[in-house]
């Protein structure tokens, strides 16, 4: 192991309360481990980090996050394999696009040490926690919010990164149906759409509480322009499957660059499957599904890993996807959990061991 440089104070849970949680039935997101990372940044730098236990924090009204909402995250798993050994994927990854995210929001970037470290130093504290069942593992959310007061509508000069672990078993249970979105935008040219800003995502409910009304699960996003174009679905970058070619649209300032997505056209390519990084308009997916020549589509991320889309609503009509066997929506799932959970060779330098 590589000497830490960081001095990381340590005040353990007085009770763990892992007693309490059933390993067998574990939602998303829902339940929290013993410890969190803590660290401040004030007068310009950031502090050391410390680990404290998990429970509420202090801030002041003023607070500026509760205004101006400058507010970050990631979304990351650790996963343990049948020998107990902990991995993460593509982590130095999410320390980059935080800090991209964090330049975006006008908030200070972290040091890799500081996010890398503090990261190992908790799950290693917390490794009880891990889930060793299929299908589960800790999901990692590392978050900054500016914690500096006023009510001038200026960037904080205080700001606090944390980061918290909560063993999850599955983001959706089964396949998605999902409506295209006519009317609302999750993005536009120029704005924060490729930041993992809260706002980003508070910006998708309302219209997702209208595609849940209808009866779909998620929001496929179309361009704010023309709402023509194929952006994202919910949380997750969309992959669509026309004929034998695997289509995604490009990244820009509107869509998230997505460790998923870029993972899934490398396992592409080293499968000889053809894919196309380009602009998938709405009218070619319709025309695909009435021809017959659309086979799949899927979203992809860190929380849902690779979820097959079972169906699309789009002006009042539904078109479903046949399910299929040996998709490519399975094949990327199995490639990419084989390379998670230790259980396959890592041909692509992914995985990274946390004892490492
Ligand atoms: N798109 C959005 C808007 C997201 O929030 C996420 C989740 O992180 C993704 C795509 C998928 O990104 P990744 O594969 O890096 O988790
Ligand atoms: C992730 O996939 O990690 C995300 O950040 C999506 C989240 C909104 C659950």
């Known amino acids: 192991m590589k000497p830490s440089t960081l001095d990381i104070k340590i005040e353990k849970a007085k009770n763990s309360k892992i007693s309490q949680v059933d390993f067998n039935n574990l939602a998303f997101g829902s339940i929290f481990s013993d410890h969190m990372l803590v660290c401040d940044y004030k007068n310009g730098a950031w502090e050391s980090p410390k680990i404290v236990p998990y429970g509420p924090i202090t801030l002041q009204p003023s607070a500026k996050i509760f205004h101006y909402g400058q507010s970050i995250f990631e979304g990351m798993k650790a996963y343990k394999d049948v020998d107990g050994a902990m991995w993460l994927f593509r982590p130095i990854d999410n320390h980059k696009r935080f800090n991209i995210s964090a330049s975006r929001m006008a908030m200070p970037e972290i040091p890799e040490s500081h996010f890398m470290e503090g990261l190992k130093a908790l799950l290693k504290l917390d490794e009880k926690w891990i889930p060793e069942i299929d299908g589960s593992a800790m999901y990692i959310r590392p978050f900054m919010f500016a914690s500096g007061e006023g009510f001038h509508a200026s960037p904080a000069d205080e700001y606090k990164f944390i980061i918290a672990l909560a063993p999850s078993g599955a983001y959706f249970s089964g396949s998605v149906k999902v409506l295209i979105e006519e009317k609302y935008s999750r993005s536009a040219n120029g704005g924060v759409g490729y930041a993992k800003t809260g706002g980003n995502y508070a910006g998708q409910f309302h219209p997702t509480q209208l595609a849940k009304l209808k009866g ?18 919910g949380a997750m970058n969309i992959f669509v499957r026309i004929g034998d070619t695997l289509i995604t649209g490009p990244t820009s300032d509107r869509i998230l660059d997505g460790i998923t997505r870029k993972s ?7 499968n000889a499957i053809k894919t196309e990084v380009r602009t998938l308009t709405v009218t070619e997916i319709v025309e695909a599904a009435k021809n017959g020549t659309l086979k799949e589509m899927f979203g992809a991320g860190t929380a849902a890993v690779v979820s097959p889309i079972s169906a699309f609503g789009y002006k009042g009509e539904d078109y479903d996807l046949p399910e299929i066997e040996n998709g490519y929506a399975d094949l990327m799932k199995k490639t990419i959990t084989d390379i998670q959970y230790n259980r396959a060779a890592d041909n692509y330098g992914w995985r990274y061991g946390i004892d490492i």
């Not at 779909?216 to 679905?233: P, R, S």
């Not at 899934?264 to 080293?270: G, V």
């Open 216 to 233: 779909y699960q998620q929001v496929v996003w179309t361009d704010d322009h023309t709402h023509e174009n194929i952006e994202e679905a």
């Open 264 to 270: 899934i056209l490398q396992i592409a390519e080293a």
